[in-house]
DNA sequence: AAGTGGTCTAGACCACGTT
DNA sequence: ACGTGGTCTAGACCACTTG
């Protein structure tokens, strides 16, 4: 029974910082999931049980099954009652996560570009203002930006602000992605609802990015909410296929 | 103050049930669930605070937290330390789960029919294998069906499955989906790890889903994974783009 | 029978945002 | 100063799986 013991590389998992303000379910999870992406825990290795974890980590046994939990819910682990916790087999890849694609294609260690091609102040279309929750008739922020990544037209990006958002200044929309640029304005993004689709190709879009006319495009439509729950974008995009692609794990609860 | 005060239906969180198998927090999320959906806690309003509802229900707090964290986590609700938890604004959506095509089909109240094209043992795919995780070479179960709804024919949908699942009859594959026949034969789906995207239709595919040749098509790949980690099925999937589309909600961690 | 994860309790202290 | 959620503890009992 040596081949499917339990597994912990305690050397890792040693020197938990109790005085720092970064919870201590995070720190364990944080390097559980790092030892099992890098391979230092392979697939199909069995856990300590949590009992054993928790006092060998002076941690009590819900602290550990937080850090635990993290992992599972990241679909690296398995859970099962009666037998322990697993590595899922298969190779690791990423989450979907609540980012922009300007810091998708920076994670992915890709050149990202963008050009802003509209920038104004428009009426809220019927459908937008819908989404947006304001009133028919306000104005909002209009943007329409070409995003690339090593030089590449990857996506057209088309965004509905509310107009408090109309200072952003063009030159930021071309340094950094629309998230970020929320952050930085003490607009933290907190829950978003998307739609994935596909459809032909029209209009300038051939061109813009470089693909066949009438070719087959990947769409995203997306409203983004902030920590009160308001409705702070909504987003019209449409992706090179051959370039882009959406990743999900998803998790049985 | 009483526009945004507290709100409770406590009528509706009044009988909870303590002897049967169906764990406390998870009565109170789905019952608080489907009083956000319906409208009788509207968006926007604010919850009592956590020890105050435990008190109230009977409970103690880390029970009430964590059926609060169910909602959160399907983007009903938003916590904010130091304020309290509220309904999002915005109209609800449902999540994208782990189910097939078929419950999803199901679920939305359309008539879903299966054509089974093609239903017979293969030597793996180089590639297939590779995400299956079965030695080159070896023979697995290959599917090609064609999915309806409302007689619309709606998706073309392929299947790898390792040899112990040859014996899924035909006849069983029109009336279920895969995953509703996995689970009768004790397989139970954990983890899927998929990946969105778009192509343009080629081969039998236009005349199939009766759409124009070469047109766009929405199309996912996917592994799914058992209890014990171990890859099930790997399918390849596309769809009619103006039949279908994913939605997610995401959430911040 | 033994071991595992699943659930639940009744407290505690802290960080954060409002008043 | 106060009230909120965020974290953490040290137990308990149960359901499920395996030997």
Redesign the interface.
Known sequence: MAADQAVWPDDLFADLDRTGPVPLYFQVSSRLEAAIRSGDIP??ARLENEIAIGHRLGLSR?TVRRAIQEVVDK?LL?R?RGIGT?????QV?RQ???TSLYEDLQNAQHDPATRVLTHETRTVPADVAD?L?VSTGSDVLYLRRQRSSDGVPVALLENWLPADFSDIPREQLEQQGLYQILRSRGV?????????????EHGDEAELLDIER??????MER?A?D?????VEFGRHC?R?DM?????????K
């Open positions: 697939p199909g819900p679909g398995v099962r697993q590595v899922v087999q298969g890849t979907v996560e609540l989404q929750g933290a993004i907190r829950v978003a609802k998307q739609r994935i689709g596909a459809r032909r009438g070719g087959p495009l990947l769409t409203v909410y920590a009160s729950g308001h409705a992706y296929p882009y692609s959406f990743e999900t794990t998803l998790v049985a």
